[in-house]
Nanobody, 116 residues
Framework: QVQLVESGGGSVQAGGSLRLSCEVSGYIPRNYYMGWFRQAPGKEREAVATISRNTGSTYYYDSVKGRFTISRDSPKNTLYLQMNSLKLEDTGMYYC?????????WGQGTQVTVSS
């Protein structure tokens, strides 16, 4: 059974940095994608950054390009999201996910709050 556990969220002032981690357990096929999503109050969940386990190619939501970096440590089965130059609009619940065309798995989320 696949399980994802996020950590690293917290409260930070605008301009600050946070590093989110997602520990993954269970078997994940190589063709799965992994990524970070976020959901602000009253808004839909949106993709922030994704990475292909097969090719390593990455995708970033336009508003985080140049500020966020997604990476993974395969031996540790851990996915990271380095977030720099945080803005007020980055506030939300951040979820780690892994998926293919048929299955999708989510973590429980970690809260990120950016204040002025």
């Amino acid at each position: 059974q696949v399980q994802l556990v996020e950590s690293g969220g917290g409260s930070v002032q605008a301009g600050g940095s946070l590093r989110l981690s997602c520990e993954v357990s269970g078997y994940i096929p190589r063709n799965y994608y992994m990524g970070w999503f976020r959901q602000a109050p009253g808004k839909e969940r949106e993709a922030v950054a994704t990475i292909s386990r097969n090719t390593g190619s990455t995708y970033y939501y336009d508003s985080v390009k140049g500020r966020f970096t997604i990476s993974r440590d395969s031996p540790k089965n851990t996915l990271y999201l380095q977030m720099n130059s945080l803005k007020l609009e980055d506030t939300g619940m951040y979820y780690c996910g892994t998926w293919d065309a048929d299955y999708k798995y989510w973590g429980q989320g970690t809260q990120v709050t950016v204040s002025s």
